[in-house]
């Protein structure tokens, strides 16, 4: 129920900033709107305000909405309100009002990506855990324990790191945007530097397989056993929540990640490898043989133990000052801006997979999960739906803004409309390119929820 209700927020208050932003800027420039609508179908309610020619509605299905405004091309209009019809305003008005939608997408993630600087939200602590063997983190020296304290692109200007997910967001920029990544990191016996040569990745997803790569998937937990699951591996094998482990075979355990990864890696030609785990058990230490359970995650076959693996992290909460604060919500909302316009130019040039688009079900999926976990991850969630939203309106698409904008290119160049002809041919393309995108990203939803 939760997550049902997220999407419709979600939904209904992007729409409703979107089109806000279409009605006010055609106010703004002595338009007539006639209808203010978020969502299509069946009419739940209706207002008009006194003196106000606009009527608001609310209707069944959140998945759109629109401004009707005055313009002869749809319907007669009075000699007398001529001059409030959309057609008859100067190029500069209409492109200002069709480009208004997703500007007010992009000013909501601000806005929101600044309340959530200005309240504060609780991050795991940027200490590292075990790199992957064979990753980029451990050949450039990375073992595990390190506290990032400073980083970004190799040759710029480093900033703070304050969490966990700072560092997450920049690894992210660095894999698919081929740019190396520096670190400064203290640990408990010594502080330097590590180059992260990203620039040797060739990011297509910004998947869970990405960061094995670069082999930062995780913070720092301490290696202890969590909830067991009744009838699993774990239990089967005598393990209980609150064991410490040591050991596997030969291998001394760190961390709660590299415990995981030789969990997962209990596994030979399909069938599961017993070990001998060490672990320590209200202050005693104890040996037990574990056999996980394997299971088959794509092509690949990998150990599962049925619990919880590793103590939470170190938490921190980061918050900003007012100017701060929107300062940085502005650079978010611009950096989040030019790397999804990177990665729908490389899904376009095959240098990017396009099981990068994602559609109402894992949408409706993330708001659930964003919701549950509090206000703040809610809001950023909000925040980046926002962004989405508001760049794909601004791609060249002769349905979307950003096609209606191309319109009025053309005729700033020329001196002369889009001929109907070719609007009508280029709206009919537009329709098929969208209807395929959204058939793709239909496809990675069910893919990804029953995959």
């Known amino acids: ?17 979107h089109e806000y932003g279409h009605y006010r800027m055609a106010v703004a420039c002595g338009v007539k709107v006639l209808r203010f609508s978020v969502g299509f179908g069946r009419v739940l309610a209706r207002w008009q305000p006194k003196n106000s020619p606009t009527e608001f509605v609310i209707c069944a299905f959140p998945v759109g909405g629109y401004v009707k405004m005055l313009d002869e091309r749809e319907a007669p209009v ?20 069709v480009a208004a939608g997703p500007v007010a997408n992009l000013l909501l993630a601000i806005v929101l990506y600044a309340l959530v600087n200005w309240t504060g939200v609780t991050h795991p602590r940027a200490v590292l855990a075990s790199p992957q063997a064979g990753s980029i983190a451990q050949q450039a020296g990375l073992r595990g324990g390190e506290l990032v304290k400073r980083a970004g692109f190799d040759g710029a200007e480093l900033q703070a790191i304050k969490s966990f997910e700072d560092l997450r967001w920049l690894l992210t920029r660095g894999a698919l945007d081929g740019q190396d990544v520096r670190l400064v990191f203290t640990s408990a016996d010594a502080s330097g530097d590590a180059l992260l040569r990203l620039s040797r990745l060739e990011a297509k997803d910004a998947d869970a397989e990405l960061f094995r790569k670069i082999g930062i998937t995780a913070p720092f937990t301490r290696p202890v056993m969590g ?21 596997i075979g030969p291998v001394a355990v760190v961390d709660g990640q590299q415990l995981r990864e030789l969990v997962r890696a209990s596994v030979q030609n399909g069938s599961a490898v017993t070990h001998p785990w060490r672990i320590v058990r209200s202050g005693a230490d104890i040996e037990l043989l574990v056999t996980p359970a394997t299971r088959q995650e794509g092509s690949v076959w990998v150990g599962k133990i049925d619990a919880y693996v590793g103590a939470p992290p170190e938490f921190v909460t980061v918050r900003y000052g007012l100017l701060d604060g929107l300062w940085l919500g502005v650079v978010r909302t611009w950096e989040m801006s030019a790397l999804t316009l990177r990665m729908m130019g490389k899904m376009v040039v095959g240098e990017a ?9 894992t949408i409706a999926d993330y708001a659930g999960r964003s919701a549950n976990l509090g206000l703040s991850q809610y809001l950023v969630f909000l925040a980046l739906i926002s962004v989405s939203l508001g760049v794909l309106n601004l791609l060249p698409l002769p349905v979307l803004d950003g096609g209606h904008l191309m319109y009025y290119l053309w005729e ?28 793709i990203a239909l496809f990675n939803d069910l893919h990804r929820l029953l995959g």
């Open 412 to 439: 700033g160049l020329t001196g002369k409309s889009v001929p109907e002809a070719w609007m009508d041919r280029l709206q009919r393309g537009g329709i098929a390119v969208l209807l395929a995108m959204m058939s």
């Open 1 to 17: 129920m939760l997550t049902v209700l997220a999407f419709v927020v979600a939904l209904g208050l992007l729409i409703a900033v």
């Open 227 to 247: 909830p067991v699951m009744a009838g699993g591996a774990a239990e089967k094998a005598g393990l209980r929540e609150g064991d410490v482990v040591l050991g």
């Open 78 to 97: 009075a000699s007398q309100e001529r001059h409030l019809a959309f057609n008859t305003q100067p190029l500069g008005a209409r492109a200002a009002i």
């Open 353 to 361: 997979s396009l099981k990068n688009l994602s559609g109402p079900l």
